[in-house]
DNA sequence: CGAGTTTGACCGGCGC
DNA sequence: GCGCCGGTCAAACTCG
């Protein structure tokens, strides 16, 4: 399983970003989704079917990938959400009925589509780490079997439907587990100061966080963090599954988890 | 005053 | 069918 889950990750993902296509050190990425249904929007035309040798066999592992990315055909979360205001009328409307329970209209009838996700955990005293970008916390909530708050943030980008979570692990809260879900629809506003600063320019994106350059250790990179952060070491990847480039070096300055991996690991506990 | 955060409530999916 | 849980909304609040 794990290594299943790792193996997805170190196999191109998706086309995040648009911006990604410039990115030096893009190792591919073509998005999979060979069975994407196509949708008007897709922003990454998902040419090459990498992910059907992976998704072969566990659906759990392949969950989160493969599915996450069919779930990308419906449409971004940012299209649906701008369909939905297309449709201020109805919420205009709604609002006036608000009063009674069904406050929003919510998602419309169509089973909500996912963006893909891409979890990477990094060692941190600071929760919400700055990738360059400008997120909005939406949410915050109790995370079951954790003592620590799962915060929900929103690209504040008016276009830009990317999605990310933060949370602590409750297993070492010196972990910060980071989601990504969705794709930059714009540059990236800040980068130079950035967590994640040492990226080229495209920050974090499943596909660059698929790129084993990010795996690269600390010690080829400024480190974003503070002098008192730690870097997971190797092992917890090994434990993973495996990553060459991160064992030659020792140590890691990510870790880069796949969501249904991190349920795994739970579910194994 | 606008932008961002907090927080309680709502909703949908999923497992039993 | 029911309850649990994750995700989201939006009003109220805070801060610069």
């Known amino acids: 399983m794990d290594l299943l889950a790792v193996h997805d990750y170190n ?3 998706f086309d995040w970003l648009p911006c990604a296509a410039d990115h030096d050190h893009v190792f ?7 069975d994407v249904p196509d949708s008007s ?3 990454n035309t998902p040419p090459s079917p990498n992910l059907s040798s992976i ?7 392949t969950a989160t990938v493969s599915n996450n990315v069919e779930q990308h055909s419906g449409k971004p979360p940012n299209i649906e959400q701008a369909e939905e205001e297309g449709g201020n009328g109805v919420r205009d409307e709604q609002d006036q009925d608000k009063t009674d329970k069904q406050v929003k ?3 419309k009838k169509q089973k909500k589509q996912r963006e893909a996700r891409f979890a990477f955990m990094t060692k941190s005293e600071i929760d919400h780490l700055d990738d360059g970008y400008k997120w909005r916390k939406y949410g915050q909530k109790a995370v079951k079997n954790s003592p620590y708050p799962r915060s929900y943030y929103r690209c504040t980008s008016a276009a830009c439907g990317v999605k990310k979570r933060v949370e602590r692990s409750s297993e070492d809260p010196s972990i910060v587990v980071t989601t990504y879900e969705g794709t930059h629809t714009h540059p990236c506003p800040a980068s130079s100061r950035a967590t994640f600063a040492f990226l080229p320019h495209p920050p974090p994106t499943a596909a660059s966080f698929a790129s084993p350059h990010f795996l690269l250790p600390p010690h080829h990179q400024p480190s974003p963090f503070s002098s008192t952060t730690n870097y997971i070491n190797t092992t917890s990847f090994a434990h993973l599954g495996h990553d060459p480039l991160s064992r ?6 990510d870790i880069i988890v796949p969501t249904n991996l991190r349920k ?4 194994s506990m």
């Not at 591919?28 to 060979?34: I, K």
Request: net charge negative; proline share 12%; glycine share 4%.
């Open 105 to 107: 209209p919510k998602k």
């Open 41 to 43: 929007e897709v922003l």
């Open 264 to 267: 795994e690991e739970k579910d």
């Open 28 to 34: 591919h990425h073509h998005a999979p989704s060979p």
């Open 11 to 13: 196999a191109p993902l």
């Open 248 to 253: 030659d070096h020792g140590l890691l300055q």
């Open 55 to 61: 998704s072969s066999s566990s659906n759990e592992a």
